[in-house]
């Protein structure tokens, strides 16, 4: 499957954003899909997962409450909505996806997005 995200930009402090991930060449739907992170000079980190039909979501500790994942598969697209954004949420964000694994760990999933860039003024 490929995986194309979308939605990245400069925000301020408090402001929202919505990021897509939009995937191709598979059936989308038989994928758990997760959202990870990272900051300059950082590793690569855990924002936030969802269960194939969507039925399950799990999240990072620093965004409960402020982000919710979400997934269309009749679009073939995931989301991330980010409210009440901070400035240590920038980074870049990509999507993730793979068909055995639900979790946080990055290595665990097989297919990639490119990312988009989320950069948070203060």
């Known amino acids: 499957v490929q995986l194309v995200e979308s939605g990245g930009g400069l925000v301020q402090a408090g402001g929202s954003l919505r990021l897509s991930c939009a995937a191709s060449?598979?059936?989308?739907?038989?994928?758990?899909m997760g959202w990870f992170r990272q900051a300059p000079g950082k590793e690569r980190e855990f924002v936030a997962a969802?269960?194939?039909?969507?039925?399950?979501?799990d999240y990072a500790d620093f965004v409960k409450g402020r982000f919710t994942i979400s997934r269309d598969n009749v679009k073939d697209t995931g989301y991330l909505q980010m409210n009440s954004l901070k400035p240590e949420d920038t980074a870049v964000y990509y999507c993730?996806?793979?068909?055995?694994?639900?979790?946080?760990?990055?290595?665990?999933?097989?297919?990639w997005g490119q990312g988009t860039q989320v950069t948070v003024s203060s």
């Open positions: 993730a996806a793979n068909t055995n694994y639900y979790g946080t760990r990055a290595y665990r999933y097989d297919y």
């Open positions: 969802i269960t194939a039909s969507g039925g399950r979501t």
């Open positions: 060449g598979r059936t989308f739907s038989s994928y758990f």
